[in-house]
């Protein structure tokens, strides 16, 4: 025989059961590599607005970062630091360390690229900027850079592709943007 408080306990259960039967349970989404992950981001911000495409960005940058090396991540991060610190010589010997240690990665040749343009070494910032987008050719941030570097040449052509391959991968980009403009203006202030 069940005590009453056995038969509520047994009703309670079973109540219980039956609210757990009736919750749907979602579907396991699939496991996403980082190179899926940031074809999919990337793909989100060629059609992202201006309010959209900062969390992308971030993920993005996340995945570039990511060397998969302790390494390579230590010495990043000591560059980043010295970066900013202001000491461009540390910053600069850090990012060559990551580009002899892993020359696949392309990160570590971007880095490596924006220090050399800030030491006016240009041959050297733009073998690096190129190495990056041979690596990884969606690098907006390359693209950027060498726009600039070009567009500090006055060679403003070359400077305009550059900066509507980085808009083509991210067409959000205002600084990009007013670039090009600045430069379509000028270009065409010097055709009349």
Known sequence: MMTPFLTSLLLATTAQDAAVADVQIA???EFQT???RLAERLDALAGA???EAPPLIDEIHALWAHSGSATIALLMDRGRA???ADNADIAARMYDHVTQLDPGFA???LAAGRMAAQAEDWAYALESL???LTLEPRRYDAYLTIARLLERANEVEAALEAYNDALAIY???EAATEARDRLLALQAGRAL
């Open 27 to 29: 579907p396991q989404t």
């Open 34 to 36: 980082p190179e899926v």
């Open 49 to 51: 607005g201006p309010r």
């Open 82 to 84: 010295a970066e900013q």
């Open 107 to 109: 990160e570590g040749w």
């Open 130 to 132: 190129n190495t990056a």
């Open 171 to 173: 067409p959000a980009h």
